[in-house]
């Protein structure tokens, strides 16, 4: 039991030395602690923007401890080492002396210190006894700085095939990583839809769009192509303010694209028309280089 005084949570790293056994615990983790853990973070409205491959090497990671009734879990005020997930049981969450509400099993909680290097905002206790995975802060956030380095690294090397922007030299190409989140879609969903307003630009890393439009033939849009891997669409968006023209419907369960938004891209990268001279620009240099260094010959 946590007696005044003493830290409810151990430090960070010095509690799974002293948890071997439950350490044992995490290897023998099967599918089912493996789901579970993964929903209970999903629906973490704090936690559930990580990206897959995140998620399990966190729940790689994690180990169970045991609480019995009465102990706390977390201290408010106090550092933030672990983030958790309940199990099974109870708990209570205090805030300034107030209750604010209860947690059950597949919860995930304890995210905003570790999230936002802030120290715990309230304080969590066990109301029965309670089973909790936890995840070492340390830990947390070296695979966070991993998974970013090599999705940064993968996205990176991604838009090198996009047509659009192949010619752009490696700080602005980086520019853009920084600045792209991932959408997910399925079969039938509308990305855009046409007439309506919209500041993000897409480029498709993972399945399938159609493409219709309206036209004044026929009542219903016509399609037009279809789109794939490498492809882009919305551009548009990045040039002006003007309404989407077509609709980009998903033609591919768990079709991925990654999305800048206007107001992004021109603070990151500069405007579209600036991105275009600057691409002009930068192939006339290379060019001109390579004439320079003799790797291309022109016969006018
Ligand atoms: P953290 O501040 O790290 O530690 C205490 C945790 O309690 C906090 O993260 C949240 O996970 C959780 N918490 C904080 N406020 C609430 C609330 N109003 N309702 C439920 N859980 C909360």
Redesign the pocket.
């Known amino acids: 039991r946590a007696k005044e005084g003493v830290s409810a949570e151990p430090n960070s790293g010095s509690f799974l030395p002293s948890c071997l056994s439950l350490r044992k615990a995490a290897v023998n983790f099967c599918n089912l602690s493996t789901k579970f853990i993964n929903d209970a973070i999903m629906n ?1 409205d ?1 936690l559930n923007k990580l990206e897959p491959q995140h998620m399990n090497q966190m729940v790689d990671c994690m180990f169970e401890n045991v609480y019995t009734e009465g102990q706390l879990v ?1 201290r ?1 005020g106090e550092p ?1 080492n672990y ?1 958790y997930v309940l199990s099974e049981g109870l708990l209570e ?1 205090i ?1 300034n002396g107030k209750l ?2 209860e ?1 059950h099993a597949g919860t ?8 936002y290097n ?7 206790k066990a109301l029965s006894e309670a089973h909790i995975w936890a995840l070492d802060r340390q830990m947390f956030q070296t695979i966070m700085r991993q998974t970013t380095q090599a999705r940064h690294e993968e996205y990176f090397s991604f838009l090198r095939s996009v047509s659009l922007l192949q010619g752009l030299p490696e700080q602005k190409l980086a520019k853009i990583v920084d600045c792209l989140e991932v959408d997910y879609f399925e079969k039938g969903e509308y990305i855009i839809r046409e007439g309506e307003e919209g500041n993000t630009f897409f480029i498709i890393s993972k399945g399938e769009v159609i493409v219709t439009q309206s036209t004044e033939a026929s009542a219903e849009p016509q399609e037009i192509k279809t789109l794939g891997v490498g492809d882009y669409f919305g551009e548009k968006a990045l040039i002006s303010e003007d309404v989407r023209s077509a609709n980009i419907i998903c033609n591919k369960n768990g079709t991925h694209c990654l999305v800048v938004d206007r107001e992004n891209f021109n603070q990151m990268v500069g405007t579209y028309e600036e991105l275009q001279s600057y691409l002009k620009e930068y192939q006339m240099i290379k060019l001109h280089k390579c004439i320079k260094n003799g790797t291309i010959n022109i016969f006018l």
């Open positions: 973490n704090f977390i408010e933030g983030l969450v805030q604010l509400g947690m995930a909680f304890g995210e905003l210190a570790i999230l802030c120290k715990r905002t309230a304080t969590v």
